[in-house]
């Protein structure tokens, strides 16, 4: 299990305590928050651990590196075997559409699928740190449980986010595409007590197909939680004749 | 134009030569190495910016973030119009199969097309600090002429990776499709003077299919520069259905 919240993370000890009930867990967490670090890995700064006493019932490693070098590390290093299942979040705030490709959270999953270990990341659509859980908890079983039972196909993993709805509201799990669509960024421009001038990254999510109802986003507008096969392959197919014919290549 | 070494690589300084002969180039690269940095942004860190003069010919800004932060900040903050083309390189170092994924100068090209913005990435099989880009500055103008004038699909951009391979052995352009395989690691564990331990990352490419001749791997190895069309729609299609039946959802 990984996260990209970190160590101290409610979202972790919340689905540490949902894996629990399918058998022995093995965390290894970033030390510190790392949202937004996509599949990011530590090639310049060496990577640091800190082995965290939590008891018999399961072992839990810091890395003070990327979701992704916590990944590469539990299977080359700290893993006494393959795993049967790789489980990332429960993180504070949503992954779905674009947001799959700058999420730390999805970076671990999807690595752990490279290594053909079936993966799953967890998100709900409230990035504070109080976000509420109970949907998850409620929820997450069912998927895990297919999973280890039936597997994925191969290098295949889950984006699966949960919108923020009261329970009697929340209308299920919908298996969807990722929707299409752009994060629109303004950035707010400041400066320091000296006149530098600095920038921090804010904007907002611009929706290209709002009304396909089978996007994650239409998903989610909707009160179900969307669940997104993802794979590793950023090939774009069609684009290969187009340049063979177009090039002479 | 960015890359992910940072302002001062040779790599970026060859790019904007070939940039020079087909426009006006605006630079917004990394202030130091981002290697690996894969789609990450600076959520914790706020963004600083240096001006670096180099006459009327270009503008050239260093960023003291990732080369993602790099596109979003000058799509928003820097640059007058929406450009006709972004380049990301050339890389020290090949992008090839699934290293696309780990890749800052790849994360940049793809953050453009993301906008609308044709966009290309150049990188060389050598990750020395003198690699070799000849090859890039005599072949690098076709293409780049060729998306000028005709461009990409919506949200496409090209990952073009050159082989090391003298001049007259080059056997030119092949277009391709992502490679199928992953990185195996060898982590490097090593004690500091004080008996902390820490880990430096090593690996090599396990290629899962050598035998195919339309793979970017197998075109590089047959002294071809491979380029390969990338998207950003990371759904897993074929799932989608084998989930919904095997789920009723």
Redesign the interface.
């Known amino acids: 299990m990984s996260n990209d919240d970190g160590v101290e993370a409610r979202g972790l000890k919340h689905l540490i305590e949902i894996a629990k009930n399918f058998g022995n867990v093995f965390v290894v967490a970033p030390e510190r928050?790392q949202?937004?670090?996509?599949?990011?890995?530590?090639?310049?700064e060496?990577?640091?651990?800190r082995r965290i006493e939590m008891g018999d019932k399961f072992n839990f490693i810091a890395v003070n590196g990327?979701p992704?070098?916590c990944v590469?590390?539990a299977?080359?290093?700290f893993l006494p075997r393959k795993p049967d299942l790789m489980l990332s979040g429960i993180n504070h705030g949503s992954n779905s559409a674009?947001s799959?490709?700058?999420s730390g959270t999805m970076?671990a999953a999807?690595e752990a699928s490279?290594?053909g270990i079936p993966a799953i990341g967890f998100s709900v659509q409230d990035h504070s740190k109080n976000a509420n859980f109970d949907l998850v908890d409620e929820n997450a079983g069912?998927?895990i449980k297919?999973v280890l039972e039936?597997g994925?196909?191969h290098q295949?993993s889950l984006?699966i986010n949960f919108p923020v709805v009261d329970k009697k509201n929340f209308n299920?799990?919908?298996?969807?595409?990722?929707t299409?669509g752009?994060w629109k960024?303004?950035?707010d421009?400041?400066f320091d007590p000296y006149g530098?001038?600095?920038?921090?990254?804010t904007g907002e999510f611009s929706n290209q197909e709002k009304n396909n109802q089978?996007s994650d986003e239409w998903a989610l507008k909707n009160n179900y939680a969307a669940?997104?096969?993802?794979?590793?392959?950023?090939?774009?197919?069609?684009?290969?004749e187009?340049?063979?014919s177009?090039?002479n290549?």
Chains 1, 2 share one sequence.
């Open positions: 928050g949202s937004g670090k996509s599949h990011a890995i530590s090639l310049v060496p990577l640091r651990v990327s992704v070098d590469k590390l299977i080359n290093q674009i799959v490709i700058y970076g999807i490279l290594y069912i998927i297919d039936n994925l196909p295949v984006n299920g799990y919908k298996v969807c595409s990722q299409k752009v960024e303004d950035y421009k400041r530098g001038e600095y920038y921090w990254l089978g669940i997104v096969p993802i794979k590793i392959d950023f090939t774009e197919y069609n684009t290969i187009i340049l063979k177009r090039l290549f």
